[in-house]
């Protein structure tokens, strides 16, 4: 009798074996884990040709986006918007290994919260997205609320998104194993401690293939302080100490709004993640093809860490800082070896930009394989400059060796 118990237990320890290792292996995508994964979000450009995007070097382009709609996931302009989905899709001629997926949300992007309340209410998203996903032949979707448990852009915001979040990536999960090919799920996470107290991330990790983890904007529009917007060091207070930015962090810090006075990075939020629990692979990290710019800066440091004359001026292009910045004599670049990042300073019109170069995505990408991390992101593919030896030609070269 004990043997035959014994018998029936192994069979049965064998088949639950079995079907974990099942499931895990349809949510595992089926890439290279050696090379890191290299994720365009891309937003169809005024002059739209699909043919000359460059696929080849990418393994992910994310189309961005869909929207919330009555509590489902729909574009606002279908009619505008499907057919250059389609034409993306159809460049996977180009790259057969190239994923195409769609993102949902963005910033400012409401609905979420309503959406994600009830089991009934995401139902009807998650069906939604399926429909989306069969209709457009995707590889796959990703999740971009901004954010869960926190307004952002007013947003709503309630304290039960932090468990329905993880129930809707559950869903999601289930809905996207139901095909018969693999999909791909991630979502766009904060680069900053804070939100990770709004979601249960080694729960939600269980149903993701990845975090997209938005290491920009780490100093942001908002702020009458200059600093790096997307570095990759960790910066201590310490190596910042006497500026004005370390006295606003120092600020901050003591009224509890942040949880430590040290400036953010992409390897602070890394090693965050790895403490918590997150496997390494699961984790992409983001580039910016965007810089930052302040006015009215002094010149004391050349501009950084210093505090500007108001609000930021605004945001621009790498390509227009290409042409124009990098190009005139009245900007000078700089790089700072302890958040491994680059910048500029105009002394004569008093303006310092924070942003991204082909060395500082190439030392990204260099430090996600190192990491054992699952990659590189960027917002947003757009944004890059067309001619040779772009952002993209240098993440995707650093990517190779």
């Avoid at 005024?46 to 696929?55: A, F, G, S, T």
């Avoid at 209410?121 to 429909?131: D, H, L, P």
């Avoid at 997307?230 to 810090?253: M, R, W, Y």
Wanted: some cysteine; charged content about 25%.
């Amino acid at each position: 009798m004990i043997k035959k118990v014994n018998f029936l237990l192994a069979l049965f320890s064998s088949f639950l074996f079995f079907a974990c290792s099942t499931n895990s292996s349809k949510q595992a995508e089926d890439v290279d884990k050696s090379t890191p994964v290299i994720m365009a979000y891309y937003v169809p450009e005024r002059d739209y040709k699909p043919e000359q995007i460059p696929v080849e070097k990418l393994t992910h382009i994310i189309y961005s986006f869909t929207h919330v709609i009555d509590g489902e996931m729909k574009f606002r302009k279908p009619e505008e918007a499907g057919p250059k989905l389609q034409a993306l899709v159809a460049q996977k001629e180009r790259n057969s290994n190239l994923k195409v997926m769609i993102a949902c949300g963005g910033w400012g992007a409401d609905g979420f919260s309503d959406m994600a309340l009830t089991p009934e209410s995401r139902a009807k998203f998650i069906q939604s997205a399926k429909t989306f996903i069969q209709e457009y032949k995707l590889d796959g979707m990703d999740m971009d609320w901004e954010y869960p448990g926190i307004s952002g852009a007013s947003t709503k915001a309630r304290p039960e998104d932090t468990q329905n979040f993880t129930a809707l990536m559950k869903g999601l999960r289930e809905m996207l194993d139901s095909f018969d090919s693999p999909k791909i799920l991630t979502f766009a996470s904060a680069g900053w401690k804070r939100y990770y107290d709004f979601i249960e991330i080694n729960e939600v990790m269980k149903y993701a293939d990845y975090t997209n983890v938005m290491t920009y904007d780490q100093v942001s529009g908002v702020s009458i302080y200059t600093g790096h917007h997307t570095p990759l060091g960790d910066v201590k207070s310490e190596d910042i100490s006497g500026t004005p930015f370390q006295a606003h962090l120092d600020s901050l810090f003591q009224s509890g709004a942040n949880p430590d006075s040290d400036p953010r990075s992409a390897q602070k939020i890394v090693d965050y993640l790895i403490e918590k629990g997150v496997n390494p692979n699961q984790i992409v990290i983001g580039a910016a093809f965007y810089g930052r710019v302040w006015k009215g800066v002094p010149p004391l440091s050349n501009g950084l860490y210093q505090m500007s004359g108001g609000l930021h001026q605004g945001w621009m292009a790498y390509h227009w800082i290409r042409d124009t910045y990098e190009k005139d004599p009245n900007f000078q670049r700089f790089w700072d070896e302890k958040a491994q990042a680059p910048f500029m300073y105009n002394a004569k019109d008093s303006l310092m930009l924070s942003y991204d170069d082909t060395l500082s995505v190439a030392l990204k990408t260099t430090y996600a394989k190192e990491k054992g991390l699952g990659g590189i992101m960027f917002w947003e593919l757009g944004n890059d400059t067309k001619e040779s030896g772009s952002l993209l030609d240098a993440i995707y070269k650093a990517a190779q060796q």
